[in-house]
């Protein structure tokens, strides 16, 4: 057996590796914005529930015997 035909044995199973390698760092990218969007679809969501939440809540009735009876809180 020559010394090539040896460097090809283990040059081939490298280059399957390295195909594979690259392939995933040409794909990262999508990968991260994918995530970043889904992040922020998250955030948003949980914005607007709790903008729901608060301004529903927005008048509270106190108990003052001479103040005022409703609390503005929209501003």
């Known amino acids: 057996m020559s010394l090539k035909t040896l460097e090809m044995q283990i040059a ?3 280059s399957v590796d390295w ?3 690259m ?3 040409n794909q990262h990218p999508y990968l991260v914005q994918e995530r970043a969007a889904s992040l922020r679809q998250k955030r ?3 914005f607007r529930k709790t903008a ?3 301004s529903s809540a927005s008048y509270q ?3 003052h ?3 005022g009876q409703h609390l503005d809180r929209s501003i």
């Open 44 to 46: 948003e969501e949980r």
């Open 23 to 25: 392939e995933r760092m």
């Open 19 to 21: 195909g594979m390698m």
């Open 12 to 14: 081939l199973p490298r």
């Open 61 to 63: 009735t106190l108990s």
């Open 52 to 54: 729901e939440k608060t």
């Open 65 to 67: 015997p001479y103040k």
